[in-house]
Antibody, heavy 120, light 112 residues
């Protein structure tokens, strides 16, 4: 079935790095953009980043620009979110979601999320 | 990019209809009809309810409907049911020099 599975979340100290992964199955992965969305404890959903279906474009929310980056491997149906210089405020559940981005844009399939805790 | 504004909570009795508003700016809702609505229940992945203002994905109940006027989008839940208790979020495409996406502040729906 159509599925996205996130992994890589853990407890990490401020200033350190972490890489999250989003693995897709059940659909033509190279036809979809992939978003990362996060939810801090007790807060709402916040869009973090998107990578185009072919990896040609990436965009980020201002608060993570220069610290987070996306890497896409269509041969492995995987998108990685590389998170550097982590801050306390990056603590959140991180979700990946697909977007067909073909004349429109919306997140129609989401993973179950992976938890990142930034703490000393 | 500031979050879209939603009421913190909305409640209704079973069988009633409720409407959740979502107010944005010129750079998002004011320019684009690319607003989606999501239902998010604890411990679950967010679920797409509405896309492109008013379109429903296959499998989503017709009790959920969407609309937009100028910079405000709305989600209406008719024939409210206990299973509808959840957080609801709007989300819009935005463009201000570069593309981005912005979620609403979220609305807790309670069935009383």
């Amino acid at each position: 079935q159509v599925q996205l599975v996130e992994s890589g979340g853990t407890v990490v100290q401020p200033g350190r790095s972490l890489r999250l992964s989003c693995v897709a199955s059940g659909f033509s992965f190279n036809s979809y953009g992939i978003h990362w969305v996060r939810q801090a404890p007790g807060k709402g959903l916040e869009w973090v980043a998107i990578i185009w279906h072919d990896g040609s474009h990436e965009y980020y929310i201002d608060s993570v620009k220069g610290r987070f980056s996306l890497l896409r491997d269509n041969s492995k149906n995987t998108v990685h979110l590389q998170m550097n210089s982590l801050r306390d405020e990056d603590t959140a559940m991180y979700y990946c979601a697909r977007d067909q981005m073909s004349g429109t844009t919306f997140m129609d399939v989401w993973g179950q999320g992976t938890t990142v805790t930034v703490a000393s | 990019q500031s979050a879209l504004i939603q009421p913190a909570s909305v409640s209704g009795a079973p069988g009633q209809s409720i409407t959740i508003s979502c107010t944005g700016t010129y750079n998002d809702l004011g320019t684009y009809n690319l607003v989606s609505w999501f239902q998010h229940q604890p411990g679950k992945a967010p679920k797409l309810l509405i896309y492109e203002v008013s379109k429903r994905p296959s499998g989503v109940s017709s009790r959920f409907s969407g609309s937009k006027s100028h910079r405000t989008a709305s989600l209406t839940i008719s024939d409210l049911q206990a299973e509808d208790e959840a957080d609801y979020y709007c989300c819009s495409y935005a463009f201000d020099y570069t593309p981005s996406y912005v979620f609403g502040t979220g609305t807790l729906v309670t069935v009383v």
